[in-house]
């Protein structure tokens, strides 16, 4: 059994930046700095890097062996050539669907369409980037634009998407789809509305930083709450242990 390090100063640490950064967001929605001038290629570039971070993302969706490595649920690779000779089992959980250990423990984590199994929040995170691409593409590229009377609104829900979406992990199946996928539409959200409301350069790339920075929070604490399940679990040797 894996020591119970679950690292809790680490993760108070990301998420009191997360908030502080949403804090900070609605700040600068209610006391929006003022801007002189204002750059045409501005919105291209925005658009051009949030829709890099969404293709990349989509990307990774796609390849569970990675995502499996992220998680560090992946078997060891040289685990079937231990001194010892002897392949450990944990149960039925010596496979792994949705790339999750099938011993019961990750039954929150996943969801079935007929005989197959879907991780939930990878699922989530899928359809949130490829809405979030879409509509990235048509406000920054195409003729979408945003009623800038309703900028607060939209930068609102995107905080409340943002928010409800790092403890997604305290949600079971597919509600915890549903938030992973809102979590990526409220990044979204707060950046046209960031961008309507105060139509800044480096506003906008202070947002994109934030972004990728509940990017990470959001992974560590996934990461997080795996190890703490198995780190909980009382089967010595387990194979999807680190």
């Given at each position: 059994m894996?020591?119970?390090?679950?690292?809790?100063?680490?993760?108070?640490?990301?998420?009191l930046?997360?908030?502080?950064?949403l804090?900070i967001i609605?700040?600068?929605?209610?006391?929006?700095p003022?801007?002189?001038?204002n750059?045409p290629?501005?919105?291209?570039?925005?658009g051009?890097i949030?829709?890099?971070?969404?293709i990349f993302?989509?990307?990774?969706v796609?390849?569970?062996?990675?995502?499996s490595?992220i998680?560090?649920?992946?078997?060891k690779?040289n685990?079937?050539?231990?001194?010892?000779?002897?392949?450990?089992?944990?149960?039925?959980?010596s496979?792994?669907?949705g790339?999750?250990p099938?011993c019961g423990?990750?039954?929150?984590?996943?969801?079935q369409?007929?005989?197959k199994?879907?991780?939930?929040?990878?699922?989530?995170l899928?359809?949130?980037?490829?809405?979030?691409?879409?509509a990235?593409?048509l406000?920054f590229?195409?003729?979408?634009?945003?009623v800038e009377q309703s900028?607060?609104?939209i930068?609102?829900?995107?905080?409340l998407?943002?928010g409800?979406?790092?403890f997604?992990?305290?949600?079971?199946?597919?509600?915890?789809?549903?938030?992973n996928?809102?979590?990526?539409?409220?990044?979204?959200?707060?950046?046209i509305?960031?961008?309507?409301?105060v139509q800044?350069l480096m506003?906008?790339?202070?947002?994109v930083?934030?972004i990728?920075?509940?990017?990470?929070?959001?992974i560590?604490l996934?990461?997080?709450?795996?190890?703490r399940?198995?780190?909980?679990c009382?089967?010595?040797?387990?194979?999807?242990?680190d």
């Open positions: 894996p020591p119970k390090n679950y690292r809790n100063s680490d993760m108070t640490f990301l998420l930046v997360s908030f502080l950064g804090l609605a700040i600068l929605t209610v006391f929006p003022v801007v002189t001038g750059l290629w501005r919105k291209p570039l925005i051009a949030f829709s890099s971070i969404c993302g989509v990307l990774a796609f390849s569970p062996i990675q995502c490595k998680l560090k649920l992946r078997k690779e685990h079937s050539n231990s001194s010892s000779g002897k392949s450990i089992s944990h149960g039925s959980s496979t792994l669907q790339h999750h099938s423990k990750f039954v929150a984590h996943v969801f369409i007929r005989s199994t879907f991780c939930a929040a990878c699922v989530g899928l359809l949130g980037g490829l809405l979030a691409l879409a990235a593409l406000y590229f195409g003729k979408w634009y945003v900028s607060s609104l930068v609102l829900v995107g905080i998407g943002v409800l979406g790092l997604q992990f305290k949600f079971r199946n597919l509600l915890r789809l549903s938030l996928t809102f979590f990526v539409l409220g990044t979204l959200l707060i950046l509305g960031i961008d309507e409301f800044s506003v906008d790339l202070f947002v930083c934030l990728l920075f509940w990017l990470f929070t959001r560590s996934s990461q997080w709450d795996h190890k399940i198995c780190s909980d009382n089967v010595a040797g387990c194979e999807f242990a």
